[in-house]
């Protein structure tokens, strides 16, 4: 095979392209042929030219595999096919061998130097090049005075070493790349309910019995004939599936060094803004696999380089299978510090959902959105809901020894993970619900679980600082049924919530509000389910609450507020739906909901954007846009931003269609007058004259009306254009954003 690629020489040192036989690497600007004369083992011959032009700098390489595993490790027999595989192994060897399997090696560190990029490019340098080149100039000695030209060069980059942030991230890689067919057997072998057979070429069955006879069946004895080839045909097809995985994590070129950065940033930029894992105290050695891969494959959305998404969905599928296949054991997996089994099986479901649901991939999307009920499944058959709460009693005195508090910060840690997994799962049903248009999976009312901890306990660096944090918060026995119970009761009012929210807990009630849109109507609760009206209130008192609740970061802040107006909008029209009509209407090309989605009766928008509701959606969905626009860059990519901006840009569309798309709206909107009316706020008749009767009430009962001072103008289409640029920013981040953009790019041609 030959290939010819073309090498920077602006990088001096940085080898690009290995020889597939030796894997010799080259780098230097200069051409070099490579002519394959003999092959022995993995030595291969070099004959070499000089070509002294610096514009084109080609170089080809024959090669040819011969699939040898020449190099074997001499502490435990592994064979490897190269030498710096092999060198990466040794190291592996040595660690272990001066560090004992304690947590602390292995949570997140706090590194005295960056991330050196550099240095990365060397990581797979191969040692065996010296080796190479003697053999080449003993046989061929034209070729002695290049190799010595070249020899500093090659010392020079053995000398560099790249430490990974997470270390045992070169372990992941290597159990990944090292999975061959044997392995598949083996884990399919466990999860299926007849034993497997893996035939070669002459018939022979390596590590498995000849005959389904030879072995004892837990489901009898498996008949000769048709069945026994369709059994043998199923399993090959199972096989040859995870063999395909496997080989393509291999053919994009995934690296140790890949997955110790997606690592990283999963927990810089992601864990932020969606905390269910605790980055203090994550022990990477106590992880599953699927767990692992998935965290991985979020984190490969936020790096800059092409190919990193394809690398994370090939990571993404690997973790599937793994899933799908061994759930099984995972669901009997337990930490050292959990409260029950199965709770990295939920986490490792969490995040492959999240991943999937917000995918470019429509296939891995419909695939996330298809598995959502799961979780909720393993959490309930593990015993999630039933789980101790760590007591306060078990908190440490500040005068105690570190082990003592080690040990209990892990403890609480754990407890909190496992908390936090199924509340995620609550936020992540809510907003599939809303995107899609279908009813969640889980009563969100009836969530029976404990509000969860203060942000900055949870952010705690030290067992130290979480001991004083959570001596400050005290114990909270509250549960969100008591939360929904309160915002529903008889006679409730405006006045803030009286609990110790955190920012996650007030985005898991606003997913149980949301979850109520569908279901409630303005004819009276049915089977005691809420009307509109009152899931409004409620958002009256979410709203006062979050205003209230000073230990938000303005980030976070902006992020819950973000989701309020969505919920707010959804409760004025069905977003939703209202898309897809419009869609359906003017034939616009969609893939956001899948094709199978579609309307039965067509929605007349000049009526309703004369509606009181309609100027009420206006209000939340220009809200939405400003809030998007000044979220600062790190916090820029929230799983609902997508859908709450999409959301917007139908109303706006909604608007532009009606022949409305210059408003003139409140420049300051009192959120209260914007969502209920006055009917709905149950005052007495006595406080009724002292309704607020702001700019805000007089837009939404009235209209635009006449320019004022208090007004600002608004042309909804030229906004449209902007928010198009939005999307394709955020589309580098989620890929549901690709498609949400080509929707409004329909949209806009409509309106020209």
Not at 70 to 98: I, M, S, V, W, Y
Not at 234 to 240: D, G, H, Q, R
Not at 702 to 718: T, V
Not at 732 to 742: F, K
Request: net charge negative.
């Amino acid at each position: 095979m030959i290939e010819s690629v073309s090498s920077p020489d602006s990088v001096i040192g940085v080898r690009k392209k290995a020889c597939r036989v030796c894997h010799k690497r080259f780098s230097k600007a200069e051409h070099l042929r490579v002519s394959l004369t003999s092959v022995e083992g993995p030595i291969c011959r070099f004959q070499s030219w000089h070509t002294n032009s610096e514009a084109n700098n080609v170089y080809s390489i024959y090669s040819i595999d011969t699939g040898s595993k020449p190099f074997a490790c001499g502490d435990c027999g592994r064979a490897f096919a190269r030498q710096d595989a092999l060198t990466r192994h040794e190291k592996l060897h040595r660690r272990n061998g001066h560090a004992n399997h304690d947590p602390s090696t292995s949570s997140l560190p706090t590194p005295s130097a960056s991330l050196d990029l550099k240095s990365s490019c060397y990581a797979n340098a191969s040692t065996s090049s010296d080796r190479i080149a003697a053999t080449s100039r003993s046989r061929d000695p034209g070729v002695e005075s290049e190799a010595e030209t070249h020899q500093d060069v090659r010392n020079d980059i053995s000398d560099f070493d790249f430490d990974l942030i997470w270390p045992d991230t070169e372990n992941l890689f290597q159990s990944i790349v090292a999975a061959d067919e044997l392995d598949h057997w083996k884990m399919l072998s466990g999860t299926l309910p007849f034993p497997l057979i893996a035939q070669d070429i002459n018939g022979a069955s390596p590590g498995f019995p000849v005959s389904f006879h030879e072995r004892d069946s837990p489901v009898g004895a498996i008949p000769h004939g048709g069945g026994h080839r369709a059994v043998q045909d199923v399993t090959e097809l199972v096989a040859n599936s995870s063999s395909c995985i496997t080989a393509a994590v291999k053919a994009t070129s995934i690296t140790s060094v890949f997955l110790d950065e997606c690592l990283h940033m999963f927990f810089v930029r992601f864990v932020p803004t969606f905390p269910v894992l605790h980055k203090s105290t994550f022990v990477f050695r106590d992880c599953t696999h699927p767990l692992l891969l998935n965290a991985i494959a979020i984190g490969s959305l936020y790096l800059g380089p092409s190919d990193s998404i394809a690398k994370g969905e090939t990571l993404w599928r690997l973790a599937h299978t793994a899933v799908a296949t061994s759930w099984q054991s995972l669901i009997t997996h337990i930490g050292p510090y959990d409260p029950c089994q199965g709770v990295q099986l939920v986490l490792a479901a969490l995040l492959g959902q999240v991943y999937g649901a917000l995918s470019k991939n429509r296939a891995i999307r419909t695939t996330s959105q298809i598995l959502r009920p799961l979780g909720f499944f393993w959490a309930r058959h593990c015993g999630m809901y039933d789980c101790k709460r760590y007591s306060s009693i078990d908190l440490p005195q500040p005068e105690a020894s570190p082990e003592e508090k080690e040990v209990q910060w892990r403890t609480w840690a754990a407890c909190e993970i496992q908390q936090r997994a199924l509340l995620a799962h609550y936020v992540l049903d809510g907003l599939l619900a809303q995107m899609t248009g279908n009813e969640s999976s889980a009563r969100h009312v009836f969530n029976p679980l404990r509000l969860p901890s203060s942000e900055a306990a949870f952010d705690a660096n030290t067992a130290d600082e979480w001991v004083a944090h959570m001596r400050l918060q005290g114990q909270e026995h509250s549960s969100f049924q008591d939360v929904f119970r309160l915002l529903f009761s008889q006679g409730g009012n405006s006045r803030p919530l009286d609990f110790p929210f955190s920012s996650f807990a007030l985005r898991v009630i606003l997913e149980g509000l949301q979850s109520l849109v569908p279901e409630g109507n303005e004819h009276g609760g049915v089977f005691g389910i809420p009307t509109r009206s009152d899931v409004r209130r409620a958002l009256v008192r979410v709203h006062e609450t979050i205003s209230m609740c000073i230990q938000f970061s303005a980030a976070e802040r902006l992020e819950i507020l973000l989701r309020w107006h969505t919920v707010c909008l959804d409760t004025m029209i069905n977003s939703t739906t209202l898309s897809r009509n419009i869609c359906d209407q003017w034939k616009v090309p969609q893939h956001v909901w899948g094709s199978c989605l579609s309307v039965d009766f067509p929605f007349d928008l000049s009526s309703w954007a004369r509606t009181e509701d309609a100027r009420r959606a206006v209000l939340h969905a220009v809200a939405i846009q400003d809030i998007v626009e000044q979220l600062p860059r790190g916090r820029a990519h929230v799983i609902h931003m997508p859908s709450s901006l999409f959301a917007a840009a139908t109303i706006y569309m909604a608007f532009s269609l009606a022949g409305m798309a210059t408003l003139n709206l409140p420049r300051t909107v009192v959120w209260q007058d914007s969502l209920v009316t006055r009917a709905e706020l149950n005052l007495d008749r006595d406080d009724i004259p002292r309704v607020s009767g702001s700019e805000t009430r007089r837009f939404v009962e009235h209209g635009p009306g006449i320019p004022s001072l208090g007004c600002s103008r608004r042309n909804l289409l030229y906004e449209l254009n902007s928010m198009q640029k939005l999307f394709r920013c955020l589309s580098s981040q989620w890929g549901i954003a690709h498609d949400m953009e080509s929707v409004v790019a329909h949209w806009i041609q409509l309106c020209h």
